[in-house]
């Protein structure tokens, strides 16, 4: 059984999700709708990854009860005021056809084409905008994708009010220790997108020997590594085989291995996108 966690605001999220970045619509419904026939009850999506509407279809089509399904979108990046905050949220929860959000994130603390750039203020503003939302009822938590420690600082100091959740790109070879350990040592979620190194990890040789050990695959690995290390994994997938068997993952890790895969650099270089 894989454990769900409970945010800092009481609510609680399954322990794994379907991502469906880079999925086409087509693609995004199929894979949605065999996920949750086979078990998964979280959904990542973004209204950056124009999914939205096929996922939320997938929903509806499932027949599942909404309260059993938890549902994740973002505000792209680009948009850093708190009017656009609210807008693009209910643009999001009209391609979604849903009543409210499990989890909102800001995707990014920059635009995706100006990476580095000071949006500091910015995002206070957006982050207000978040609150407010949550207070209507049209999200239930709110949280941080892509963001260091310093940038959660600012709107933390600013309102007083800690994201739940911040996603980022986290796979053996890239763990980005100082973020993860900031948002553990602080109560927020790590959520672990790309946690198959976006296939890459899967064609490396230092894996093998740990997979034949468990008897596993090597996805399989990657994304118990990641529960293992306190993480929520959102493996992405369009084929039904892989969906079942990136579930299929409790089973246990020896803190030896942890040990050493931690020490592995695989694709630690590859380009921050979400």
Known sequence: MIKSFKLNDGVEIPGIGLGTWQSSKEDAYNATLSALKNGYRLIDTALAYQNEDAVGKA??????????IFVT???PAQYKSYDEAIKYANESLANLGLDYIDLY???????????????????IEVWKAFIDLKKEGKVRSIGVSNFRPSNIKNIVDATGVVPSV????????????????YCQDNNILVEAYS???????LNASELDNVAKKYNKSKAQICIRYCIERNTLPLPKSVHEERIIANLDVDFKIDQGDIDYLS????????????
């Open 59 to 68: 929903i509806k089509d499932s027949l599942i009860p909404r309260e059993e």
């Open 73 to 75: 979108t973002k505000l």
């Open 105 to 123: 994130l800001i995707h990014a603390p920059w635009p995706w084409s100006e990476v580095g750039k000071d949006c500091e203020k910015e995002n």
């Open 166 to 181: 911040n996603q980022i790109r986290f796979f053996i070879g890239n763990t980005q220790e100082e973020v993860t350990k």
């Open 195 to 201: 946690p198959l190194g976006t296939g890459e990890i």
């Open 263 to 274: 020490t592995l650099t695989i694709g630690s270089r590859r380009p921050l996108r979400s």
